[in-house]
């Protein structure tokens, strides 16, 4: 891996450079794909079904059959661990609940809020080169939770025109209500327009590789909305003298078998720590059945040594990581200072696969910076935030002036007529 020492803060934003390509470079593979969907419908999806994931599909919607073989071949202990998975998901969305906020802000003027459900939404489960069956929990459990009535699950096919088993078993667990076996651009494409096949949705969910990702942000000028750009996976790691260095490197090299254009860097005031962590991950990644992928990975990662935690934390602030491990001595400075970041993992028995799988947190997270304005997969990501007013008599004569003043100033007579004509009979 590459070390860097003490970089000056103009080389930071080089240095710090995602390996992925950009929204221009995927643009215009999108835009073709999301027209001939948009016009052909299942027959374009079926098209670039064969071109990108080499399957010719007779129907790509799951049936229950399907379903009901797949349950047979999970595995009891598999079965299990992901129930237990489950549960923890289940229970830590749960308690993101909130209650009805209800107030009135002047005498007889009642405001409140209200969640709904976003009534139709997609979910985008990666599979182009492991199936990502954890993401089925990540984004069924807290739709299921919210109350959303329409749950579309889409991921690519394998050579045999299958999901995987683990995948349909965790979506029959979790309420999906449509299974269909497209992927990528194609994928997007069809939860956004809608073909015969595959509903249309309002929200798009879900991690995926950079074609996902920037179809998803494309997607948006056609009115569906997304959860948040949810790459390539990241990991930055903050740790100092007292952290284990074959832990680090274990970390580091979760994250950089997900994909070639993953990205882990890890940050450290301590060149000793350094030159073992590089070390570690030299030794273990050679036992790595995905070692090709882990190695390009790596060529695109960083080792940073810098020589006090302040200006750490600042350039650690500035790359806002997916996913910031914390194992330092002062492990309080950085939990409390880090600004930008999508899920934290704080001391040596926290590894950030507890939080892929099992620990509770969601592991659809914004990747590429955007942790500085977005925020992971959370229970209000399926809920829509509704305001209701209801007025009385007393009310209307309490704040009718008011509403007649500053309509009359904006210039919008029949804005300030909507009050005036109540106001005469209540006078
Ligand atoms: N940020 C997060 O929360 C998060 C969570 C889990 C996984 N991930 C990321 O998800 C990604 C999964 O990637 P994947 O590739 O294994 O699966 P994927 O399902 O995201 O992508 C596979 C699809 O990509 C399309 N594709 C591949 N090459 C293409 C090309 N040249 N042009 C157009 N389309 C093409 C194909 O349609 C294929 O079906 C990884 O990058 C991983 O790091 C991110
Ligand atoms: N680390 C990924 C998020 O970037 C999520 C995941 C799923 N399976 C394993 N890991
Ligand atoms: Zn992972």
């Not at 803060?9 to 969907?37: C, H, M, Y």
């Not at 903050?238 to 274990?250: H, P, T, W």
Request: charged share 20%; proline share 4%; aromatic share 6%.
């Amino acid at each position: 891996m590459k070390t860097i020492e003490n970089p000056n803060k103009d080389t930071w934003s080089d240095i710090l450079k995602r390996p992925t390509q950009t929204i221009g470079d995927i643009e215009a593979t999108v835009n073709q794909i999301f027209n001939e969907v948009r016009q052909e419908g299942d027959k374009a999806i079926k098209d670039y079904t064969l071109r990108f994931d080499g399957v010719s599909l007779k129907s790509n919607v799951v049936t229950p059959e399907e379903i009901q073989q797949a349950i047979q071949n999970v595995p009891e202990k598999l079965q299990n661990a992901i129930k237990k998975a489950k549960k923890n998901i289940e229970v830590f969305h749960t308690a993101q609940k909130t209650s009805k906020i209800d107030v009135e802000t002047t005498n007889g003027v009642q405001c409140w809020q209200e969640k709904r459900p976003i009534e139709k939404v997609g979910l985008y489960i990666p599979g182009g080169t492991a199936p990502l069956f954890s993401t089925v929990l990540m984004l069924a459990v807290p739709a299921q939770i919210a109350g959303c009535k329409e749950i579309v699950l889409c991921s690519p096919p394998n050579k045999e025109g299958q999901l995987a088993s683990e995948i349909l078993f965790a979506a029959q667990l979790c309420g999906v209500t449509k299974i269909i076996k497209v992927g990528g651009i194609q994928a997007v494409a069809g939860l956004t327009f809608g073909t015969d096949t595959i509903p249309q949705v309002y929200k798009i969910f879900g991690p995926g590789n950079q074609y996902v990702t920037v179809a998803k942000q494309l997607a948006t000028k056609f009115g569906v909305a997304i959860d948040m750009p949810a790459g390539p996976s990241e990991l930055l790691v903050v740790a100092d003298e007292e952290a284990k260095a074959s832990y680090i490197a274990s970390d580091l090299l979760s994250q950089a078998e997900h994909g070639a254009d993953s990205q882990v860097i890890l940050v450290s005031t301590s060149k000793e720590l350094i030159s073992s962590v590089s070390e570690e991950v030299e030794k273990q990644i050679k036992e790595l059945p995905r070692q090709d992928i882990a190695e390009k990975a790596i060529a695109n990662s960083k080792l940073i040594y810098i020589e006090n935690n302040e200006l750490a934390l600042e350039l650690i602030n500035q790359y806002g990581p997916e996913h910031f491990i914390i194992c330092t001595k002062n492990e309080d400075f950085y939990v409390n200072g880090i600004a930008n970041a999508g899920s934290v993992f704080i001391g040596n028995y926290t590894p950030e696969s507890a939080g892929d799988y099992a620990s509770g947190t969601n592991h659809t997270l914004p990747t590429n910076g955007f942790s500085k304005a977005y925020s992971g997969v959370n229970l209000d990501s399926f809920l829509k935030s509704m305001t209701f007013q209801k007025i009385s008599k007393e009310g209307l004569l309490n704040i009718g002036e008011t509403i007649e003043l500053m309509a009359e100033a904006e210039g919008l007579q029949a804005h300030k007529n909507a009050v005036s004509i109540r106001l005469k009979d209540l006078i």
